[in-house]
């Protein structure tokens, strides 16, 4: 008997063990799941969803809360195009409610892939929701106490009673005076200020005829007015800090700064040219084709390129260009390269136009002076290492010493940005 219940225990114990065991790793494996979801979507979708709001594609969360055929999805996602030439309904009808944008074949992906995705999305989804539903209890501390405005209030309200108390007193002072004054009783108080009034009018004559006091003062004066119409001078023609309402109100913070897009996404010719160029509206239609389009800063792009937004089509006779108001403007006698600075200097943005991306509108950073070229050259070091431009060079100047053939074109002599505004 005893036999029998140890046994039936140790039993017991292990089938515990096994699916403990078996419990433990099926959660890890979800966890996994959505994990190596999320890393997929981050590498692959983002530059095209978001899981609430609706961007080039679709707001997945939602989406994949409607659409619950899996074995659709999978297809879908791994070959979109496949499903539209095969005249999936479903397929055509996505299709042209993104005006046919078109998304990416995944051809890569596995339908574990997949799958781990579409977990990944409905998790978060369900997540966010969560979230909002929580946000307002989280927000009504806020509301509790007085607000600022209350306090401010207050406080002006007390600074006034103040004011009106010191005013009052003054003016029972003043009037007890004439009071007094018409009863012929002169308050010793005020011969006391007659006198002190008749010493101070005889000291200034005598500081006056103190030459070297007045030759001093004179000096002072001069030097500060001197110096005042010394830096006025120097800072006609600088506009550090100026900031232009622009046309369309379009943020650096939030493309930038928010959503990451390189600069280089935009003024391409920094990296290539002299001007490093803004970009034209075709650019912002790779997006702003279906994001956002009921604001109506975005319909001045629109109206800006002709474009229809409701048939999709352009009318080049009614486009008209938008007018940004240029910000950064050298005198036409400097001339100054930004590929020399950002390719070759490898300097970045930031160290001359500031922090753009937190910038809501690009306000002028640096002065642009040419103490400031010339202060920044003196102090910064060249680095030679790995660059093609100096390898370049280099190769030409021992071409030199061995006293072979060189050409102006082998320094740079043929590049466009050598001659070309
Ligand atoms: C280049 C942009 C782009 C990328 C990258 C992209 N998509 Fe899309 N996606 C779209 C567009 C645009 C649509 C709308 C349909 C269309 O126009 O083809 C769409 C539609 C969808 C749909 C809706 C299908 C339906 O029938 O409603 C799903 C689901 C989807 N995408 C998932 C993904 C996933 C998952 C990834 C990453 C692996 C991804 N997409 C990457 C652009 C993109
Ligand atoms: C999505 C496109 C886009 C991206 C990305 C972008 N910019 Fe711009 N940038 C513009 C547009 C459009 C203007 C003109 C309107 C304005 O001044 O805001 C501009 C203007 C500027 C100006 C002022 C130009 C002048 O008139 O002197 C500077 C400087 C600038 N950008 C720097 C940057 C830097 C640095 C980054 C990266 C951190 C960046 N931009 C990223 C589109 C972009
Ligand atoms: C890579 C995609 C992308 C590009 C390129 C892009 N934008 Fe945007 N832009 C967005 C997204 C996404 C939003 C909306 C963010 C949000 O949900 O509020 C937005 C918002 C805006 C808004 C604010 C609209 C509003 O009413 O809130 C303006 C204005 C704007 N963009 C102008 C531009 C201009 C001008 C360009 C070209 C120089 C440009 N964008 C290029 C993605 C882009
Ligand atoms: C060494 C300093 C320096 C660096 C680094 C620099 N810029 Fe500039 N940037 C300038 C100056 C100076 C001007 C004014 C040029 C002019 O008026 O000819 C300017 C002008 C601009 C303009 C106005 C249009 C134009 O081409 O003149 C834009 C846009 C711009 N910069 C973007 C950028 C971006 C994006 C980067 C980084 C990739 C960058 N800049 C790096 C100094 C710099
Ligand atoms: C943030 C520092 C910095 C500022 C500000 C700056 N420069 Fe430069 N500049 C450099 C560096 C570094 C180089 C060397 C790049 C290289 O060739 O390796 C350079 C190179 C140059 C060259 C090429 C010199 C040559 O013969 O190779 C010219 C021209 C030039 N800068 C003009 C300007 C002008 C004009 C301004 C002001 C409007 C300016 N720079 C502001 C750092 C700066
Ligand atoms: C060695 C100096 C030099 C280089 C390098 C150079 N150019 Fe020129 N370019 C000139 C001169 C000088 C003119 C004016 C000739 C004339 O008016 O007959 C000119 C004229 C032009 C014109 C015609 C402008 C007009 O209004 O008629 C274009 C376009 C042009 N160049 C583009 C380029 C491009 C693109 C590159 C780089 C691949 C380049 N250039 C490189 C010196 C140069």
Redesign the pocket.
């Known amino acids: 008997m005893r036999n029998i219940s140890l046994i039936f225990k140790q039993f017991s114990r292990s089938v515990l063990l096994v699916a403990g065991l078996v419990v433990c790793g099926l959660t890890a494996h979800a966890q996994t799941d959505a994990a190596k979801g999320e890393a997929i979507f981050k590498a692959k979708c983002t530059a095209c969803h978001k899981i609430d709001t609706r961007m080039t594609g679709p707001a997945l969360g939602p989406k994949l809360t409607e659409e619950t055929d899996d074995a659709y999805l999978t297809k879908w996602i791994q070959n979109n195009q496949a499903l539209i030439a095969a005249k999936n309904p479903k397929a055509v009808k996505i299709f042209n409610e993104f005006n046919q944008a078109g998304m990416t074949v995944f051809a890569e992906l596995s339908d574990a892939d997949v799958g781990n995705v579409i977990t990944y999305i409905r998790a978060d989804w369900k997540k966010i929701q969560e979230d909002k539903a929580k946000a307002p209890v989280s927000a009504t501390p806020e509301d509790k106490g007085p607000s600022s405005l209350v306090i401010w209030g207050l406080l002006g309200v007390i600074v006034i009673a103040f004011v009106v108390i010191l005013v009052l007193n003054k003016v029972i002072a003043t009037l007890e005076r004439l009071l007094l004054n018409k009863q012929g009783i002169l308050l010793e108080e005020d011969a006391e200020e007659e006198k002190v009034k008749t010493d101070r009018a005889a000291t200034f004559k005598k500081l006056l005829k103190n030459k070297k006091l007045v030759f001093f003062v004179i000096l002072c004066g001069t030097i500060a007015m001197g110096s005042f119409s010394w830096v006025t001078m120097w800072n006609t023609n600088v506009h550090q800090g100026y900031q232009p309402v622009q046309p369309i109100k379009y943020s650096h913070e939030l493309h930038a700064g928010a959503m990451k897009i390189e600069?280089?996404y935009?003024?391409t010719?920094?990296?290539k040219s002299?001007?490093?160029?803004?970009p034209s509206l075709n650019v912002c239609m790779n997006c702003h084709k279906s994001v956002k389009t009921e604001s109506p800063e975005i319909h001045k792009i629109y109206d800006a390129l002709g474009y229809d937004p409701n048939t999709a089509k352009y009318d080049s006779t009614k486009a008209k260009p938008i007018q940004w108001v240029?910000?950064?403007?050298?005198p036409d006698l400097?001339y100054?390269n930004?590929s020399q600075?950002?390719k070759v200097?490898a300097?970045?943005?930031q160290?001359?136009?500031g922090p753009?991306e937190t910038m809501k509108e690009v306000y002028q950073y640096?002065p642009?002076t040419m103490k400031w070229?010339i202060q920044?050259h003196k102090r910064t070091e060249v680095n030679g290492k790995g660059n093609a431009y100096y390898d370049s060079i280099l190769a030409a100047h021992d071409k030199i010493k061995k006293g072979e053939k060189v050409t102006a074109a082998v320094l740079g002599g043929i590049e466009c940005a050598k001659c070309h505004y």
């Open positions: 600069c280089q935009c003024h010719g920094a990296f002299k001007n490093a160029s803004i240029r910000i950064h403007n050298l400097a100054f930004h600075h950002v200097g300097i970045k943005c160290t001359c136009h753009v640096s642009l070229c920044c």
